[in-house]
């Protein structure tokens, strides 16, 4: 089992705060958020750590005696499923958790995916009370998520008019078996190279319900999570209301 986390990416929403930074290093408790998920995989006895890297990647060179880099070239005209395919080699030989740079998250959420032999997600059973404390309305950025009486993905991705809609957010963290991604390739590269570039995980995701090309197997997580994604996240994460373990 190895881990990947996917770093490629520029965080835009952030604005000015990662000109000269990156939002995986941004600190979340005096701590940036990549050493959470570098500490997760180390705790859930994943060793083999890989960083897909991008945007400012130089900055990740500090971490190169814990975590092997890779580089996606084509970062500026991609999304996360290019930089998922730089690591295609590795995934074809080795079973893999694969993560967001820009979420922390307790170390059993990884635990719970070590053995499972489908493609798998996982998704925060605890999201509404942090949506609340994030936006304004709650809905906000918020996307639909529902699953069937066998924990299977029904429904993703599309915009939430009202909390009960969603029983979960996807968190940012999905497992491959080498079967199950030569399968997710084979389907990837059945689309155009312009979608191939611009569709993110989720919309795959969709795709793949759409099609009924490959189930996805849902793991419930009910501890701590976060995503940062816009500048007030990290106003709440770094908050005394805001508890990390």
Same mark, same amino acid.
């Not at 814990?66 to 970062?75: E, G, H, I, K, R």
């Not at 922390?104 to 997600?121: D, P």
């Not at 199950?180 to 993110?200: H, V």
């Given at each position: ?5 996917? &770093? %490629?990416?520029?965080? /835009? ?8 930074? *990156?939002? &995986? ?14 500490? %997760? ?5 994943? +060793? ?13 060179? #500090? ?14 005209? #991609? +999304? !996360? ?12 030989? #080795?079973? %893999? ?11 059993? &959420?990884?635990?719970?995916?070590? +053995?499972? =032999?489908?493609? /798998? ?19 906000? @950025?918020?996307?639909?998520? /529902?699953?069937? @009486?066998?924990?299977?993905?029904? +429904? ?7 909390? /009960?809609? %969603?029983?979960?957010?996807? !968190?940012?963290?999905?497992?491959? =078996? ?23 995980? =989720? #919309?795959?995701?969709? *795709? ?23 500048? =007030? ?13």
């Amino acid at each position: 089992m190895i881990g990947i986390i996917l &770093a %490629a990416g520029k965080g /835009s929403r952030l604005g000015l705060i990662t000109k000269n930074n *990156h939002k &995986a290093l941004l600190l979340v408790k005096g701590k940036p958020i990549i050493e959470y998920q570098i500490d %997760a995989f180390y705790q859930a006895g994943i +060793n083999k750590i890989y960083i897909i890297t991008g945007y400012n990647s130089h900055l990740f060179d #500090s971490y190169k005696d814990q975590v092997t880099l890779l580089y996606n070239p084509n970062w500026q005209n #991609s +999304n !996360m499923l290019i930089s998922i395919m730089t690591a295609k080699d590795l995934l074809n030989e #080795s079973s %893999a958790i694969i993560s967001y740079s820009d979420i922390f998250y307790e170390s059993f &959420a990884l635990k719970s995916l070590l +053995n499972q =032999t489908e493609l /798998s997600i996982l998704y925060s059973t605890s999201w509404k009370e942090l949506w609340k404390n994030r936006f304004k309305n709650a809905t906000d @950025d918020a996307e639909t998520f /529902s699953i069937d @009486d066998f924990a299977y993905l029904k +429904n993703i991705g599309e915009p939430l008019d009202c909390l /009960s809609n %969603a029983c979960g957010q996807y !968190m940012g963290i999905i497992s491959f =078996t080498p079967k199950i991604f030569y399968k997710f390739n084979k389907i990837f590269c059945t689309l155009t190279e312009e979608k191939r570039n611009k569709i993110d995980v =989720t #919309s795959f995701l969709k *795709h793949l319900l759409i099609t009924k090309s490959l189930n996805i197997k849902t793991i419930a997580y009910k501890g701590v999570w976060g995503e940062v994604d816009i500048p =007030t996240d990290l106003d709440l994460y770094n908050s005394s209301s805001f508890y990390f373990p």
